[in-house]
């Protein structure tokens, strides 16, 4: 096989594996997003039912995600990520089957935090980094937040439809059989690349310790946690801000986010592929900037309709680019070993901001009004913007594609083999794509070694 082939073969497999994942993610969360519209109306028909606990059954997905992403992500590194994606689906698909059976609220918050428990956000994110390479990594990240961003949207606008022909039982019926669709797509096409670093045996202690001291990883959770608490905090104030100070009627609510997310979207593109040409930490500083700039226009919008979807348009533009960079980055700046588990922290980070952003600013909303939400929010990512600007740089590893056809149940003595070279920190083996995937130090690598090993030149990508 070829340089050129190797090359051409990468981004066949790049793009079925991100295009999988996105759709795995994309059928999960539509499942969840549209109960969201409709659940404070049809939940309080339950038995049992009342604001507090319509609000626990709410909640308890996130708090179960928040706490679970960890330890997911964590035996991801271990047992692989395709095991752990697949057991995640099935946790989802049974919460859905409680919850849809269920004649009391309580039995629909045990429903609810068993979907929860099915944490593989951290995972999915981990094996998009695994299996695409650097220079196509910040885009396949955009793809699944895209495809989250694209199931939110379609949820807010079918959900309240389809709950008045299936009522809540037929939603949680449906959330289950989409995690079963998504069971199928994880099987035919994702892959179970076998995936080794020099570290991967690190104890629990010393490899959490790790993570946690990285100056760049606390920087980078630290603003997954801020995104989350402004987004969950405004999302406490807008809804009610269209309805009763802008007059939107209800109905109206999904076609602006509509277009301010397809907007957002499209303006969105020329910035990542601006952050794979001038790097993604001065595009990540444009993008903190641009959330801070749309959370004072929110404060200062007073009853301007037009005024409103300036400011959301700007937030969603900032916000969506901040999705697919995060990650992107926490992938690149994990070291070697201990990538699952350093997306666990990340997820936890963000989803422990989705409880802290919803509570703080419903207190600040009863108690000060929604400007001192926009700006309390604002003053957060002022902070924020602080720590991009100290943000130390990422580590300098290449990567290369090693074409290597080899049989797939050989693929764990071919990874073993390429760890022995000098140099080489991480290998992943493709048997099906005939590639191996390695990160290495540019300055210590055995480029003669791996060539022998392949037979071929080494494409570096």
């Given at each position: 096989m070829s340089t050129s082939s190797s090359r051409s073969t990468l981004v066949r497999t790049e793009i079925r594996v991100t295009g999988a994942l996105a759709s795995i993610f994309a059928l999960r969360m539509f499942g969840l997003f549209m109960i969201l519209p409709v659940?404070?109306?049809?939940?309080?028909?339950?038995?049992?039912a009342t604001p507090f606990l319509i609000g626990l059954a709410v909640g308890a997905y996130g708090l179960m995600q928040a706490l679970l992403q960890l330890p997911?992500?964590?035996?991801?590194?271990?047992?692989?990520?395709?095991?752990?994606?697949?057991a995640g689906l099935v946790l989802f698909a049974c919460g859905g089957v409680v919850a849809a059976t269920a004649e009391t609220i309580q039995g629909v918050?045990?429903?609810?935090?068993?979907?929860?428990?099915g944490a593989v956000a951290a995972v999915i994110m981990a094996l998009v980094a695994d299996v695409v390479s650097e220079q196509h990594r910040t885009r396949a990240m955009a793809a699944v937040g895209m495809?989250?961003?694209g199931a939110f949207v379609l949820a807010l606008i079918l959900g309240p439809l389809l709950a008045t022909w299936l009522a809540l039982s037929g939603l949680f019926w449906l959330s289950s059989l989409l995690a079963v669709g998504g069971l199928l797509v994880a099987l035919a096409w994702?892959?179970?690349?076998?995936v080794r670093v020099r570290e991967a045996q690190l104890p629990l202690g010393p490899r959490l310790l790790r993570i946690l001291k990285d100056p760049l990883l606390l920087r980078l959770n630290s603003g997954i946690f801020v995104l989350h608490a402004v987004l969950t905090a405004?999302?406490?104030?807008v809804p009610g801000l269209l309805s009763e100070r802008l007059g939107l009627?209800?109905?109206r609510h999904s076609l602006l986010y509509l277009v301010v997310f397809l907007a957002s979207f499209v303006a969105m593109v020329p910035l990542i592929i601006a952050s794979e040409r001038r790097g993604l930490r001065p595009v990540m500083a444009l993008a903190v900037l641009l959330l801070g700039v749309a959370l004072v226009l929110l404060a200062l919008a007073g009853d301007r309709l037009w005024w409103f979807g300036l400011a959301l348009f700007v937030f969603f533009t900032g916000f969506n680019l901040l999705e697919a960079l995060l990650p992107s980055l926490v992938g690149r700046a994990a070291p070697v070993g201990t990538r699952g588990t350093a997306l666990g922290i990340y997820s936890s980070s963000q989803f422990l901001g989705v409880f802290v952003g919803g509570g703080l600013g419903g207190w600040l909303l009863q108690q000060y009004g929604?400007?001192?939400?926009f700006l309390a929010a604002a003053a957060l990512t002022a902070g924020w913007l602080l720590l991009v600007f100290g943000m130390p740089p990422l580590a300098k590893l290449d990567n290369r594609v090693l074409p290597l056809v080899v049989a797939a149940d050989e693929a764990d003595r071919w990874v073993n083999e390429l760890l022995a070279v000098d140099g080489v920190l991480e290998a992943v083996v493709l048997p099906e794509a005939g590639i191996a995937l390695l990160k290495v130090d540019p300055a210590s690598v055995d480029e003669a070694a791996l060539t022998r090993l392949s037979g071929d030149v080494v494409a570096q990508v």
């Open positions: 659940f404070a109306v049809f939940g309080a028909a339950l038995p049992g997911f992500g964590m035996l991801s590194d271990r047992f692989g990520r395709k095991p752990l994606i697949l918050i045990l429903g609810r935090a068993l979907q929860g428990a495809s989250v961003g994702v892959p179970n690349p076998a405004c999302f406490v104030v009627p209800l109905a929604p400007e001192t939400v």
